[in-house]
């Protein structure tokens, strides 16, 4: 899975900063910062990740070397660091809890097999399928959804 710049706060100890407090501190839009926040690093523009690392006097180098470390694993690690975050008993990927074993299975098989075509798998991607398999969205609709949050950033 790849770095979020949050994870990369957190693991600096940067102490959870709301959105609308960076927003105000780097003068960018709030669903800028939010975006950066949550997406990963290699999705998120250089600026954007810049100022919040300056406010918080962190070296780009931790940034870089935690992107970098997210590309040197193959994707036996990352397929291993995905199922690590999945669970048969409760049918929840990444958190995520789906109604049916078959919504889990297509939905965990589906990812396992963009990982080994070099595809990092995210929480939003787990939520976009979730969406489009239990809430009943039709694939159009997820992809303008997708094609709107990242207009907005």
Do not use: C
Request: charged letters at 25%; glycine letters at 4%; a negative charge.
């Amino acid at each position: 899975m790849e770095m979020t710049l949050k994870q990369v706060l957190n693991q600096q100890g940067v102490v959870d900063q709301s959105a609308t407090q960076l927003a105000q501190k780097t003068k960018l839009p709030r669903t800028t910062i939010v975006g950066a926040l949550d997406r990963p690093i290699g999705n998120s523009s250089f600026k954007v990740i810049a100022k919040i690392l300056k406010l918080n006097q962190i070296s780009l180098d931790v940034v870089n070397d935690a992107y970098l470390a997210d590309y040197d694993k193959g994707p036996s690690q990352v397929e291993s660091d995905f199922l690590n975050q999945t669970d048969l008993s409760t049918l929840t990927i990444m958190g995520i809890q789906f109604s049916t074993k078959k919504n889990f299975w297509n939905t965990r098989d589906s990812i396992i097999n963009s990982i080994y075509e070099g595809y990092q798998p995210t929480k939003k991607d787990v939520e976009d399928a979730y969406q489009h398999l239990e809430q009943g969205m039709s694939a159009d609709e997820v992809v303008a959804n997708i094609i709107a949050e990242f207009k907005e950033s």
